[in-house]
């Protein structure tokens, strides 16, 4: 028997690697049964075929058995007409079990359905076959002999029976992966149109290749974005995978999974490869459509609470709305008359800090009493979502300290508390060390003069409690922190 060996090839799709990976073996289970039956009803034959293998047990045979293929074939007596369309499924077994099911017609008088790639299995106990968690058991194994009838009522289906057999012929199969036409190292993104789209092309090298068409794959889903595979049913040399629009969730992108395998009775040679999936940063194609995709991602995101606070973010990076303060750009405001909404406004951040929304902050902080002194620290540029968030940091600082000092409060009362119109109350400022005749205490000269004012030098301190690089695992946007 000539030996098979099996290339996946993924243009656009999988990790780049240099060369050929080293062939890997096929697995045969311990247990394996391949059980066939026959039936005939007012004309029609009825055909099924089921491949199974234990996954766990005990004595003799007794145990679970995973449900690896189940084929069921009926041929008509007449000509089916119209021809039945095919579809491709996942289908709900029951008890949290499930199965793909591929249903096509492969002939004028042919149907043909075919369940694989899930986790349904079968109990064995006692010499009985079926399903322990209801109690019903409607086949049996006697010395290395397997029968089984999935519903016993039923007058079409036929009676399966199959012999038990241990291990298999392992060396007659080996799977080889090689990545072709991957210039983003795994990574992939939606495009920018609306609806954005995100394609995979698959390719599957088999020798001999009369055995091609056996190839299976097993393609991720990403909740929210339809997925149309080409062929239908998964399986063969060639697929293309589209993914049509946005998910709505940020959690619905990032790593994936991509399988192909190819088997030889209960055997199989599997290989399995990661991509990641992004969006287009800046375009604003997701589900709301009105805003940046990283505005409206992010915001689903820890970066959106700071310190675990619930806040209400409003995109103000148009020319009309809110991100000017004191006659220069900013890259986010608080406006107190919204403050019943909780309501800060993010700025357009590719127009504060470039492609890589970099923005540059002072890394403040005061020594202690009673000698209490403000002091520079140095520096820090954030891109992208530690962009983001240390954003929401700055402005909920804002909002705390409107809570604190200034709600409900008249103009008139404000400036009487405040009488140097830092933002701070002159009874509060001894004890963070502020000066109440100074707007600015510290540092009022050079560039940190920008920093104007005392209540905004509590909210730089507060910036610097974010550790740069802690989101970078919500961040799917592109470029980003894991997609420059």
């Known amino acids: 028997m000539p030996r098979l060996m099996f290339s996946l090839i993924a243009a656009g799709v999988l990790f780049a690697q240099s060369g050929v990976a080293c062939a890997a073996k096929a697995k045969c289970p311990e247990l394996s049964v ?7 009803f007012m004309g029609a034959v009825y055909k099924e075929r089921l491949t199974m293998h234990r996954v766990s047990g005990g004595n003799g045979y007794d145990g679970k058995w995973l449900i690896d293929e189940f084929e069921q074939q009926i041929d008509y007596p007449w000509v089916v007409s119209p021809a039945i369309p095919p579809s491709n499924t996942r289908v709900d077994m029951g008890l949290g079990m499930w199965m793909n099911n591929f249903s096509r017609q492969v002939g004028p008088r042919t149907v043909l359905v075919t369940s694989t790639a899930g986790n349904y299995q079968l109990d064995v106990v006692g010499g009985k076959v079926g399903l322990a968690a209801t109690g019903r058991f409607s086949g049996s194994v006697t010395g290395d002999e397997m029968t089984f009838k999935f519903d016993p009522s039923s007058s079409t289906e036929p009676v399966l029976k199959g012999r038990i057999i241990r291990g298999g012929r392992a060396e007659d199969l080996e799977l080889s992966i090689s990545v072709m036409n991957d210039i983003h190292g795994g990574k992939f993104c939606y495009s920018a149109d609306t609806p954005a789209t995100l394609k995979l092309v698959l390719e599957a090298r088999v020798t001999p290749a009369d055995r091609a068409s056996n190839v299976e794959w ?3 889903e990403i909740p ?6 080409e062929p239908v049913d998964s399986r063969g040399p060639y697929i293309t995978v589209t993914y049509k629009l946005l998910p709505e969730q940020n959690s619905s992108f990032g790593e994936k999974t991509i399988t192909a395998r190819i088997r030889s009775g209960a055997c199989k040679a599997e290989d399995s490869k990661k991509i990641k999936i992004f969006y287009p940063s800046t375009a604003e194609n997701n589900l709301d459509g009105r805003d940046p995709n990283w505005f409206y991602y992010w915001g689903q995101t820890p970066a959106a609470k ?3 606070h619930t806040v209400n973010l409003v995109y103000g990076g148009r020319p009309f709305s809110f991100c000017h303060w004191e006659g220069e750009g900013t890259a986010g405001l608080f406006v107190p008359e ?4 909780r309501t800060f406004y993010v700025c357009d ?3 504060i800090g470039g492609s890589t929304m970099s923005n540059r902050f ?5 020594t202690q009493p009673p000698n209490v002194t403000g002091v520079l620290d140095g520096w820090r540029i954030s891109t992208f979502i530690d962009t983001f968030a240390t954003i929401a940091i700055h402005e909920n600082e804002h909002i705390r300290m409107y809570e604190m000092w200034k709600m409900g409060k008249t103009n008139e009362r404000l400036r009487t508390e405040d009488g140097d119109e830092d933002g701070v109350p002159n009874d509060k400022e001894e004890q963070f060390g502020f000066d109440p005749t100074r707007k600015q205490t510290w540092l009022s000269t050079g560039e940190t003069a920008k920093i104007k004012y005392d209540e905004e030098w509590l909210c730089y301190e507060a910036m610097r409690s974010h550790v740069p690089g802690s989101l970078d695992k919500h961040d799917w946007s592109h470029p980003g922190k894991q997609w420059p």
Not at 224 to 229: K, L, T
Not at 338 to 341: A, N, R, S
Not at 362 to 366: G, I, K
Request: hydrophobic content about 30%.
């Open 338 to 341: 919204h403050h019943q909404h």
């Open 34 to 40: 391949y059980l066939e039956g026959t039936s005939t």
């Open 349 to 351: 951040l590719t127009a």
């Open 224 to 229: 929210g974005s339809v997925r149309i595979v």
């Open 362 to 366: 002072p890394l403040l902080s005061r």
């Open 218 to 220: 097993s393609l991720p």
């Open 306 to 308: 700071p310190g675990g």
